[in-house]
Nanobody, 114 residues
Framework: QVQLVESGGGLVQAGGSLRLSCAASGFIFSFNAMGWYRQAPGEQRELVAT???????NYADSVKGRFTISRDGAKNTVWLQMNSLKPEDTAVYYC????????WGQGTQVTVSA
């Protein structure tokens, strides 16, 4: 059974930094793409950043220049370095892996106080 487990969320003041990690298990292949999505209360889940097996990245406009996604393809591990955090970054962050279909983690809460 494929499992994606996130870690690294928490409470931080505006302007601070957090680093999210996601490790996949139970999957013998390398995901075509991995990424991070987030969902704030009352909002739809939205893309934050993705990275392909070739290392190509894509970011939401709202996080460009502040967040950096990276991965270890061989280990199906992905990280999200979040700098200059803003209160509007507050959300549950979900790890995602894609290989024929989407696989999701349980989510980790990120709260940014003003």
């Amino acid at each position: 059974q494929v499992q994606l487990v996130e870690s690294g969320g928490g409470l931080v003041q505006a302007g601070g930094s957090l680093r999210l990690s996601c490790a996949a298990s139970g999957f013998i292949f390398s995901f075509n793409a991995m990424g991070w999505y987030r969902q704030a209360p009352g909002e739809q889940r939205e893309l934050v950043a993705t990275i392909t097996s070739a290392g190509n990245t894509n970011y939401a406009d709202s996080v460009k220049g502040r967040f950096t996604i990276s991965r270890d393809g061989a280990k199906n591990t992905v990280w999200l370095q979040m700098n200059s955090l803003k209160p509007e970054d507050t959300a549950v962050y979900y790890c995602n892996g894609f290989w024929g279909k989407h696989y999701w983690g349980q989510g980790t809460q990120v709260t940014v106080s003003a």
